[in-house]
């Protein structure tokens, strides 16, 4: 038996199985589990998709779906052995998803647009001492309940954040996120919101950042942007998506090139006398990247 063999074999032995295998292995006894736990799960990214009777978790390449035993449907596989049925399905769910959160480079959690089932995720990560995650991708998770999970995350860490919001979701203190050394230490982010405009300024510190859909893009702030945002060093690119009923896109490119005579779609060089710009805007898009590109970070907005 394999635990019968010296530790050091156990974990050689441990360090040959995929992460798949070592989560189906603690499944065996108590000794096993406990062994593995020390031994640690690890995977580069994992995504967790919660319906109503139907849970699907991605590991790395690998899947597994946790439906109601009411339910005999699923995302496609070939592999009904992957499926788990049963009453119990959100609660096996979440702790096979328990096991690997401190051993996770990107965590990305979707929840359906018909309901609420995010309490048990919540109330997990809550469980939790520090998760290192680099990355996290949070979609329709309601705002308040982002602002309390997200100090969870180690804030040293923390270096990419997506946060899709829903659109009923009232986010009028949306400064309290900007309290956590969560958003104030990570470098990139993408984030889906309307109403922001008052908040922008909170952005400015992020080397890349993406938003969209505002409601209003006003030329103040892309005055604040030309006069503040541009003159930092660490910054690399933005880019804003924004309602073309409540901004004028002309406007905007004059603020950066005043004898601009063009018109609603631009692409021009901008310079600052520090560093050079390409600032573009196409179907309500604004496109702001220091050239040349950084490769390191460009896939993110390209």
């Not at 949306?174 to 969560?182: A, G, K, V």
């Amino acid at each position: 038996m394999l635990l019968n063999l010296p530790l050091d074999v156990v974990n050689l032995v441990l360090e040959k199985m995929e992460p798949k295998d070592l989560l189906r292995s603690r499944k065996v006894c108590r000794t096993l589990r406990t062994t593995v736990d020390k031994f640690g799960v690890s995977f580069w990214k994992i995504s967790c998709h919660v319906c109503k009777d139907l849970i699907y978790i991605a590991f790395d390449y690998d899947s597994c779906q946790y439906v109601s035993a009411a339910n005999n449907y699923g995302f496609p596989t070939d592999d009904e052995q992957k499926r788990y049925y049963g009453e119990d399905f959100v609660e096996i769910a979440f702790q096979d998803l328990k096991i690997v959160l401190k051993h996770v480079s990107r965590l990305c959690f979707t929840n359906d647009d018909s309901i609420d089932n995010t309490t048990c995720f919540i109330n997990l990560l809550k469980s939790e001492e520090c998760i290192k995650a680099q990355e996290i991708e949070f979609t329709r998770i309601p705002f308040n309940a982002v602002v309390s999970i997200l100090p969870i995350f180690d804030s040293q860490a923390l270096d990419y954040m997506v946060l899709l919001f829903a659109k009923s979701d009232p986010i009028e203190q949306f400064e309290r996120i900007t309290y956590l050394d969560q958003w104030k230490n990570a470098k990139n982010l993408r984030l889906y919101v309307s109403k922001l405009e008052t908040s922008m300024l909170n952005m400015f510190h992020f080397e890349n950042f993406s938003i969209g859909k505002m409601s209003n893009f006003p030329v103040e702030m892309a005055v604040k942007i030309r006069d503040d945002l541009i003159t930092k060093s660490t910054f690399h690119s933005c880019s804003i998506e924004f309602d073309t009923s409540n901004s004028n896109p002309i406007d905007i490119a004059k603020t950066f090139k005043p004898e601009y005579n063009g018109g609603n779609k631009f692409n021009f060089e901008y310079s600052n006398n520090l560093y050079k710009f390409r600032i573009k805007y196409d179907f309500a898009l604004f496109i702001l990247k220091l050239r040349p590109s950084h490769e390191t970070y460009s896939h993110i907005f390209d």
